[in-house]
């Protein structure tokens, strides 16, 4: 069974970049059709997805963060990492990776999250 685990530094600073990566066990990020993905839960809030990369490498991203976010893969070590530039305490949230088979033929592969604060 496919494993996701989330990594990231925890406590970021406003105005700057976090970066996430997520490490994937059990399967290959570039097993076709399969799309690997970042969601974000707020306080308070429901999930918002905030983009995916596919099996090909192409990235697809929420219109209401594309200008701050980047998604990009290593397949060497099989992770995928999320950039969230200009964070502010808005952005503190738990954030979670997770697969998806665009055909439908399984369910979703979660992380069990990790929480990123925004403060100074």
């Known amino acids: 069974q496919v494993q996701l685990q989330e990594s990231g530094p925890g406590l970021v600073s406003p105005s700057q970049t976090v970066s996430l990566t997520c490490t994937v066990s059990?399967?290959?990020?570039?097993?076709?059709?399969?799309?690997w993905m970042w969601i974000r839960q707020t306080p308070g809030k429901g999930l918002e997805w905030m983009g995916a990369?596919?099996?090909?490498?192409?990235?697809y991203y929420s219109p209401s963060l594309k200008s701050r976010t980047s998604i990009f893969r290593d397949t060497s070590k099989n992770q995928f990492e999320l950039a969230l530039e200009s964070v502010t305490p808005e952005d503190t949230a738990v954030y979670y990776c997770?697969?998806?088979?665009?055909?439908?033929?399984?369910?979703?592969?979660w992380g069990t999250g990790t929480l990123v604060t925004v403060s100074s």
């Open positions: 990369i596919g099996y090909s490498g192409v990235t």
């Open positions: 059990g399967g290959a990020i570039t097993t076709d059709y399969d799309y």
């Open positions: 997770l697969s998806r088979d665009g055909t439908g033929a399984r369910g979703d592969y």
